[in-house]
């Protein structure tokens, strides 16, 4: 297979280039991800809360009819006619829940946030709780749910590590106040006021197990032992390599991802036929024998992966299984796609920034957003 091939599977996304400014508050995102640190099912509960107080407090005409006609997402219910589903616009910029990387769209930022692709939801009027009446956007029985829901993270300033981060309640979801953390465990504590704040960054999380082996120049190293050593000779694909020549280089770890606090997270453990073993939570991107990224919860019986050598190895078993504790991951330095597989146990796979690419496109928005003008690129 050409090597023009390899890159177009593995570094199909446009490139975009970040100026410094970017660049550097992009690791300051990706630290506020990382404090926040939410498991699945509370980050549906934050995205929930973002939604009913954007709709509530933050809405141009206030109430449920207030509506607009959305330019993204059809309604499902009307289908085969098209007809646009129902949308709301946060209309204060620096006092929105859903935040400027959807332009403020309350429902396509909560499509976004709960499911895969949005093209077509079902449109349907909330007929109790605290946003009764309004228009809210359900998955279809064709819809794919995000097994790592997105969440937004907030502070009191636009640039993200400029501001006081903030908070909601801890156990109020009712309450759509922001909380500052006085007591340095990531919740909020004390009330913000009524100053002004900004979404600077959405979350999500897909990772490693702590006893999942990477590849670094020193060998293979568990990736939780990494982490607490802060080893950063990284091993990844070289730029021009391809499926008839695979060749690594030593890279390096621009950051490691470690959850605060310990969840439970659903792994999968993928063997093959010659004992080969990876223990990946389900989003995690694994390279097939086609050059394809493919995720961990998508693998059947006899599909092939693909080793550091080049070689093919059939699956054998994929077992579902439940961890309870943290899970990690770590993006080199290099942002180009092929630099970013990396190996486990002998495999090749994706970095963070795979999982990461669509909330890494939002935050590159929400970034462009927050930087004067006379700094953007022309």
């Known amino acids: ?197 900004y979404v600077v960054a959405q979350c999500e999380s897909s990772c490693y197990a702590p006893d999942q082996e990477l590849l670094f120049s020193n060998g293979s190293v568990p990736i939780s032992k990494a982490v607490r050593e802060q080893q950063t000779d990284i091993i990844t694909l070289t730029p021009d390599a391809t499926l008839d020549d695979v060749q690594l280089q030593t890279n390096h770890v621009y950051s490691y991802t470690s959850e605060t606090r310990d969840s439970e997270h659903l792994l999968y453990t993928i063997t093959t036929e010659h004992g080969g073993k990876l223990r990946l939570t389900n989003e995690h991107p694994v390279v097939n024998s086609e050059g394809r990224m493919v995720r961990a919860a998508d693998l059947k019986l006899d599909d092939e992966l693909l080793r550091q050598d080049g070689t093919r190895e059939r699956v054998v078993s994929v077992e579902k299984t439940t961890h309870f504790g943290k899970v990690y991951n770590l993006r080199p330095i290099t942002r180009d796609q092929v630099t970013n597989v990396v190996v486990a146990q002998g495999f090749l796979v994706g970095s963070a920034r795979y999982q990461n690419e669509d909330v890494g496109f939002m935050n590159r928005i929400i970034l462009q957003r927050s930087v004067p003008e006379e700094l953007l690129p022309q």
């Not at 690791?27 to 498991?39: G, K, P, V, Y």
């Not at 995205?47 to 407090?57: D, F, I, V, Y």
Request: proline share 8%; net charge neutral; with cysteine.
């Open 1 to 197: 297979m050409s090597k023009s091939v390899f890159r177009i599977v593995l570094g199909g996304a446009a490139a975009i280039a970040l100026f410094p400014t970017v660049a550097g508050a992009q690791t300051q995102q990706e630290w506020r991800c990382n404090i926040d640190s939410l498991a699945p099912s509370q980050a549906i509960v934050r995205t929930e809360w973002a939604r009913k107080c954007g709709l509530l407090n933050n809405l141009i005409p206030a109430g449920p009819t207030g509506f607009v006609s959305s330019n993204t997402t059809l309604d499902a219910a009307a289908f085969p006619s098209i007809v646009w589903a129902k949308e709301y616009i946060e209309k204060t910029p620096d006092r929105a829940y859903a935040g400027n990387s959807q332009a403020y769209r309350v429902n396509y930022y909560y499509a976004i946030a709960m499911y895969d692709a949005t093209p077509m939801l079902k449109v349907e009027a909330e007929p109790s709780g605290p946003t009764v009446g309004f228009f809210k956007w359900l998955a279809t029985p064709t819809t794919i749910s995000r097994a790592r829901p997105l969440y937004p993270t907030f502070e009191s300033m636009q640039v993200p590590g400029t501001g006081i981060a903030l908070y909601p309640h801890p156990t109020d979801t009712s309450d759509c106040r922001l909380y500052r953390d006085t007591n340095n465990d990531a919740r909020g504590d004390t009330l913000y006021g009524t100053g002004s704040f």
